[in-house]
């Protein structure tokens, strides 16, 4: 039985759970001393954890879904990450003052994304728009400290645009 409610007490009668071996996999066996009930725990985190891993290593990978198995396992696979899909990456507030940042624009469809960079490329942040205008470049420039220096071509709307 599997544990999907991740508690110590029995599902079956309520009791508490007590320690019985190990899986062949390694993971910790509970059993109810009052029914005999076995079950695992699964830790809902560290499941996530490794599907996500999968999920990268198939992105950043070579091999298409098939080649990792056949139809079955590609389907699997995508079943198992479908979530990892609908991941939206974030970065946190920029805390550094950097004395120089470079800012660009790049039309992705029919989106811009607007971006800041420090010298040495590190990403400071992003913001996506429907076109480039003084307010989109203002919300990518309101996360950032104030730099002495901004490298940008000549972008629509980043003149009027402030920290
Ligand atoms: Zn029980």
Known sequence: MRNDANTTTCLVCGQRLV???RTAAGT???RCPDCGASSVRKRVDLVRR???REFLEWLHGKHSQHELGGASAARQLRRRTAW???IEPALGPVKTRHRVILVDGIYIGSW?????????LQVLAWQWCSTESSAAWSA???????????VCVN????DAASF
Do not use: Y
């Open 155 to 158: 972008r629509p709307g980043f």
């Open 84 to 86: 990892c899909w609908d």
């Open 50 to 52: 490794n599907q996500l």
């Open 112 to 120: 811009c994304s607007l971006i800041a960079v420090t010298e040495d």
């Open 140 to 150: 990518l420039l309101t996360r950032i400290p104030a730099p002495e220096v901004v």
């Open 28 to 30: 910790q066996r509970w």
């Open 19 to 21: 320690k019985n071996g």
